[in-house]
């Protein structure tokens, strides 16, 4: 689930934009009430909204390190530009709309624990790119 929300540097986009697909997947079509809880009790929201705050540029640990070349990942306004915040928000969303199908709303109560309404909120009102509009 985290390599959804990962930064990467922008030619391995794809590999975020796959796991995405997978998650979604996996969130429309396998999700029951035993792996919605599994997923609660993982706190899986939870680090997959942290991890997007980093990646959005909304975390005290989000850093862009100052290397140069293909090799550096995207943060920030960087990371809009090239689709990440879309897509891990998109996964996030997927993940937490489906599992209250299975009469929970332990992930939605996580998503709203660690903010992601909010980050969700300042990622489209933040987002310069038509990726913003997908969300």
């Known amino acids: ?42 706190k899986m929201i939870i680090h997959m909204t942290d991890d997007i705050k980093e990646l959005c540029g909304n975390s005290s640990n989000s850093t862009n390190a100052g290397t140069s070349g293909a090799a550096q990942s995207l943060y920030g306004s ?3 530009e090239h689709g990440l915040w879309a897509i891990s928000l998109s996964t996030v969303v997927h993940l937490v709309v489906n ?3 299975h009469n929970s709303l332990d992930l939605v ?9 909010e980050v969700l909120k300042r990622a489209i009102l933040q987002s310069k790119s038509g990726h913003g509009k997908k969300l």
Do not use: M, W
């Open 1 to 42: 689930l985290a390599l959804s929300g990962a930064s990467y540097p922008a030619s391995g986009v794809h590999v975020a934009r796959a796991a995405s697909q997978v998650i979604i997947a996996f969130s429309e079509n396998c999700l029951s009430k035993n792996l919605v809880s599994f997923l609660h009790e993982r």
């Open 78 to 80: 960087e990371a809009e």
């Open 99 to 101: 599992s209250s199908r």
């Open 109 to 117: 109560r996580d998503f709203e624990a660690a903010k992601g309404t």
